[in-house]
């Protein structure tokens, strides 16, 4: 059963043309990456699918419903959570305040605040911290777990091992199996390669704004991957 | 004694003060719009009361014209102000700029320039004995704990209510607000009705205490601003401190002379943006 559907997608910064025909398919409690490089596109797919930038061709189908008309915030009321880059934690709220800011939709579910401690204990340990104070992996596990008190159907989470030490990058992705077994599809964007297709079941891979490989994570030849990670192939 | 009760006049009209500013501070907290209205809106509403009371009576006044305020608010917010949002700092301090005139012009019109006031029978005149030399208003009082009461609500919905959080996140980094559902603009009216509304109460135990002409806005205006200032921005309970050190400033300066004592005001004022231009209590960061 198809989550969403994207097809032939492109998006443009001023005359600057940012996705070239882009295509995705998600299903429900599926984990999907997107690799690539710097500039590659990768956040602003992210960004299209979550409405907080237009796509100038193409369509986006969430549940069967075609969404590019909606805005950002009725994206979220329709199931579509980003975590986005740079966390955008509010930095004069408290921990608590953030999650429950996050719960703003009304969407019912599984995530709570109790379940989203249990998730990640050491928020609980933080919560009366503003975000202001909190450090980076608490800042990326709090932009994480406000992005699921949305109970979104599918996440979308821009790169979550950005800037992070490698015993939060691992504690970060081991949170993703707990957030899939609720049927809530991922589709995470990443520099780091094996990350992604460790956590993955499907890759695609992105190099200035065109899908130039895809397939079953597990499948993908790692020298393959990197020669269009960097553009090296023939494409 | 003269200056006891100097000092216990000017705190209670602090809390005019006070009322008359903080929907100013939440106004530019929320969305960074400075509301050049903010005054004439306060006059507004206690025109409002004195049209209605004619037909009525005060309180249907009240009770009709605070509403109309918050309504008022919300819809100008998301017709014009929202758009003008997106045209950068200067945008809506115009427009804030052009809802004076329009006000102050459309009274004049419908009430000409005479003095008007709120008739509210003995209740202006009450008072209560403390000492022997020392007794209050009640209507002082009334508007000195209305102060402290819309404060503290505004603090208690910003603090522990859903769209409470919601403004203040928004207010935070509107972006990020998209992303969790929060539509901004509608938050934004909200954020502005509010304002108006206390901006309603301000204006009406305004004209409850004194006459007013449609010209009255900018004063009131400039002692919330200066109420917002010494404060610190962005800080609830500052503006409320800030509006009490400005009435207690004016009432300490009257005593000396009855001339000084809105210059003494604005003496406090500058005294205050010279050595602490951060305000009394500035918005912290952590807790």
């Known amino acids: ?235 | 004694m003269v200056w006891t009760n100097a000092i216990i006049q000017g705190l209670l009209t602090g809390g005019l003060y006070a009322l008359l500013a903080s929907g100013l501070s939440l106004i530019f907290g929320v969305m960074r719009i400075v509301n050049l209205s903010h005054g004439d809106f306060s006059i507004l509403a206690a025109y409002g009361v004195v049209a209605l009371a004619i037909h009525s009576n005060m309180w249907v006044g009240i009770l009709v014209s605070l509403p109309v305020m918050a309504i008022l608010g919300y819809l100008l917010q998301r017709t014009i102000l929202n758009r003008s949002l997106s045209q950068g700092a200067l945008a809506p301090l115009l427009v804030t700029f052009a809802f004076s005139i329009i006000i102050q012009n459309l009274l004049l019109q419908f009430f000409s320039a005479d003095n008007k006031s709120i008739q509210t029978g003995r209740f202006a005149s009450m008072s209560i004995h403390l000492l022997k030399n020392l007794q209050i208003g009640i209507l002082p009082l009334v508007t000195f704990l209305m102060g402290i009461f819309v404060t503290l609500t505004l603090h208690v919905f910003l603090n522990y209510s859903r769209v409470g959080r919601a403004l203040r996140a928004s207010s935070d980094d509107p972006g990020a607000a998209d992303l969790v559902g929060i539509n901004n603009r509608h938050i934004y009216g909200i954020a502005t009705a509010i304002g108006l509304f206390s901006a309603g109460i301000g204006g009406v135990l305004f004209g409850m205490r004194t006459q007013f002409a449609p010209s009255f806005g900018p004063i009131a205006l400039i002692f919330a601003f200066e109420a917002v200032i010494i404060g610190g921005l962005g800080s609830l309970w500052g503006t409320l401190i800030g509006g009490i050190v400005l009435g207690i400033g004016q009432s300490i300066g009257a005593q000396i002379r009855p001339s000084y004592g809105v210059l003494a005001g604005h003496l406090v004022f500058i005294a205050i943006l010279i050595f602490r231009p951060q305000g009394l209590m500035p918005k912290q960061k952590e807790r």
Not at chain 1, 17 to 44: D, M, P, Y
Not at chain 1, 165 to 194: C, K, N
Request: glycine share 10%; charged share 20%.
């Open chain 1, 1 to 235: 059963m198809t989550l969403l559907e994207i097809v032939n997608v492109e998006a443009r910064y001023g005359d600057l043309n940012a996705l070239f025909g882009v295509s995705l398919q998600i299903s429900a409690g599926e984990v999907r990456s997107v690799i690539g490089a710097n500039g590659a596109g990768k956040s602003t797919l992210l960004k299209v699918i979550a409405g907080t930038m237009p796509a100038t061709q193409g369509s986006i189908k969430f549940n069967g419903h075609d969404i590019k008309g909606l805005s950002a915030d009725k994206r979220v009321r329709a199931g579509i959570s980003l975590v986005p880059e740079g966390r955008r934690i509010f930095p004069s709220l408290t921990v608590e305040e953030n999650l429950k800011v996050g719960a703003y939709s009304k969407r019912k579910g599984h995530w709570d605040l109790n379940t989203i401690k249990a998730l990640y204990p050491l928020l609980a340990d933080r919560w009366d911290r503003i975000g202001f104070h909190c450090s980076g992996g608490e800042l990326q596990m709090l932009s994480i777990g406000r992005a699921l008190m949305a109970n979104p159907e599918i996440l979308l989470i821009d790169e979550a091992s950005l800037g992070l030490a490698p015993v939060v990058v691992a504690q970060v992705y081991e949170s993703l199996s707990q957030i899939t077994s609720q049927g809530t599809a991922v589709l995470i964007v990443e520099q780091d390669m094996r990350q992604a297709l460790k956590a993955s079941t499907y890759s695609s891979v992105l190099l200035e704004g065109r899908v130039v490989l895809e397939g079953k994570s597990a499948e993908l030849n790692e020298n393959a991957i990197h020669k269009a990670y960097f553009g090296m192939g023939d494409r």
